[in-house]
């Protein structure tokens, strides 16, 4: 995370400096809200451009389904409005209790001496569980077949919620945070009901001697490591304005499009939705919420941030992501999306796992002078890009890593497209 936590009152400026950057503060804080409303809202649309093209213009979604998914969203816009309305709020009461950081990527500036409030990832998770809670009202009857896995997903997704918040406010060790998302994904693994057999790719076939294998206990375990592995790759691949949110945004962009391309794929004259498709359905209802949350916050946490997400969000975004995926049967495919986060965690072993030193925080060094970040010798992917293609500002840096995320994405769809029917069918 690019900052410094502070629990406690530090003297860090003289007092005359103090009121003159928080008079600043003030003055420039509204027109830049304005302007990066408009650039999220801008990213936003982007995201969800393919997605909405799909669903209303390329495929005929059947009716009922697609009545379903526009209350969602209807939900989902909602849900982003609320999260925009409920920070500025909380940010009172977080700065209240000395819950906050210093930037450390503006560390020698004046931006870098200004208060901003932690954890505001809380936010987005609250209301998020809000929106998917009232939402079963719309769609879920008390016997559905998907209700009982839908509420197993809530408890992990809460549950994960409030150990990131812990996480947070008790700063708790790395041994232990890899152990935090096997604890909230139980709910979901003692609840799961589906099939934990496994499609054998063609090329094994003839080697194998079957088609299907069933992994029984060993599928939920995979299930497990998924849940871990999402989670902690979000966290990891952090520290610079925006990009932990941005990443969760193109990455659920990218499965709402899976999503409603597997569900467009159904053959004329089908009423009744697969048990695949209403997989995908039982995605987009979880996915969208994430969306419409995760941009209201991009729009404080948007260069320059005026808030810090904290582990409270990434863990809770990891484990939204590592659900879906996991109650869609899509886990393969989730894979090939977090392809960013892969490389960054292996990139990032060494230092991990204490094999080399590890800092508390593996940043860029930041120039006063120039404004610009340079990559340190900490290895994780922020840092290589900047040792790659050079010195530029944060903004800029999030943004490339932000395309490197959505070209990963295209690779996906790429490789599903020509593989089709030869590795799997």
Request: glycine share 8%.
């Amino acid at each position: 995370m690019a900052m410094l936590r502070k629990r406690k009152e530090t003297a860090v400026a003289s007092p005359s400096s103090s009121v003159a950057t928080n008079q600043n503060n003030a003055a420039t804080e509204k027109p830049k809200l304005s302007t990066k409303f408009k650039q999220v809202a801008l990213f936003g649309s982007l995201c969800l451009l393919p997605y909405g093209f799909v669903l209303f213009r390329f495929y005929d979604v059947e009716e009922g389904l697609k009545t379903s998914i526009l209350i969602n969203f209807a939900m989902s816009v909602g849900a982003f409005i609320l999260t925009v309305l409920l920070i500025p709020v909380t940010c009172t009461y977080v700065l209240r209790r000395n819950m906050f950081g210093y930037d450390l990527n503006k560390k020698g500036s004046p931006a870098g001496l200004i208060k901003v409030p932690e954890s505001m990832g809380l936010v987005t998770g609250v209301v998020y569980l809000v929106v998917i809670i009232l939402f079963q009202h719309f769609y879920f009857t008390p016997d559905s077949a998907w209700l009982l896995e839908y509420n197993a997903a809530l408890a992990s997704i809460c549950f994960m919620l409030f150990l990131g918040f812990v996480d947070d406010v008790f700063d708790i060790p790395w041994r232990i945070k890899l152990l935090l998302p096997s604890v909230a994904a139980l709910p979901l693994l003692m609840a799961y009901a589906g099939h934990t057999t496994i499609v054998v790719p063609k090329p094994l076939r003839a080697t194998l001697g079957i088609e299907v294998l069933d992994l029984g206990w060993m599928y939920k375990l995979y299930m497990g490591l998924l849940a871990v592995f999402c989670t902690n790759a979000v966290n990891i691949l952090a520290g610079v304005n925006g990009l932990e949110v941005g990443q969760t945004v193109v990455i659920a962009a990218a499965i709402l499009l899976h999503n409603v391309l597997q569900i467009g794929g159904t053959p004329a004259g089908v009423s009744q939705l697969s048990d695949r498709q209403q997989a995908h359905a039982f995605s987009i209802y979880l996915m969208q919420p994430l969306v419409g949350a995760s941009l209201g916050l991009l729009v404080f946490n948007w260069y320059p941030s005026s808030v810090f997400v904290g582990d409270t969000f990434t863990y809770f975004a990891g484990m939204t992501l590592a659900v879906v995926g996991i109650l869609g049967h899509f886990s393969e495919t989730l894979l090939i999306f977090f392809l960013p986060q892969i490389i960054n965690f292996i990139y990032s072993t060494p230092q991990l796992f204490k094999l080399v030193p590890c800092p508390r925080h593996r940043l860029p060094s930041f120039d006063p002078k120039t404004g610009l970040l340079k990559g340190s010798n900490d290895m994780n992917l922020v840092n290589l890009f900047l040792r790659w293609f050079g010195q530029c500002s944060e903004l800029q840096l999030c943004l490339r890593l932000l395309f490197f995320q959505a070209l990963s994405c295209a690779l996906c769809f790429g490789l599903r497209h020509f593989m089709a029917g030869w590795y799997k069918g």
